[in-house]
């Protein structure tokens, strides 16, 4: 089963290797792209879970173009995981096997997240793409844009990624045009 797991100390393993699966490709919703030195290792790892504490808590000040958000790793349970040892799980691991990285942005408020990337942003690793992950973590992502307050929420995806499309249409998505080759949908919620 998809869930949003917060990240944790204990998740390390399956991270570094949903990281060394993207290799050197965009990890949307990971947030990483803040981290000046970033690797698949324990000192990144951490300077991540320090990322996400100061993000997702209102009370922080957060630097200029910067805004709260939560993130969360697209973990499958491990009843469900060991089905998929075959195809990019793991075996003989006894936690979730991480699939992706989610981000719910509380706010837009900066030209960047206006225009390219959104209330919400994700990437599904590449050995467990095509199998409903991301159209059921955007679901739980979107019930997390209501719990915080949301009403309405952009999403977008580059112009050619059909699939990404397709789920966020599945999940409401109405297209409000092409910018910058990104696709832009809103999601009332």
Do not use: K
């Amino acid at each position: 089963m998809t869930e949003l797991a917060l990240p944790a100390s204990d998740l390390f393993e399956t991270w570094a290797d949903c990281v060394r699966e993207f290799g050197d490709g965009r990890r949307d919703g990971s947030g990483d792209w803040q981290i000046q030195h970033f690797g698949p290792d324990r000192a990144t790892f951490e300077a991540l879970l320090e990322l996400y504490r100061t993000e997702s808590n209102p009370a922080a000040v957060l630097p200029e173009g910067h805004v709260h958000c939560d993130f969360y790793w697209i973990v499958e349970s491990a009843d469900s995981a060991s089905s998929a040892d075959s195809a990019g799980g793991e075996e003989g691991r006894n936690g979730p096997d991480m699939v992706g990285f989610m981000a719910v942005r509380h706010s837009i408020e900066t030209e960047f997240l206006r225009t390219l990337a959104g209330h919400i942003g994700y990437s599904i690793r590449p050995s467990r793409r095509r199998r409903g992950h991301a159209a059921r973590a955007l679901g739980l992502a979107l019930d997390r844009a209501r719990e915080i307050g949301l009403d309405r929420v952009l999403i977008t995806c580059d112009h050619d990624n059909v699939g990404s499309a397709r789920v966020i249409e599945g999940q409401g998505g109405v297209l409000d045009g092409v910018a910058h080759d990104n696709r832009r949908y809103w999601v009332t919620l």
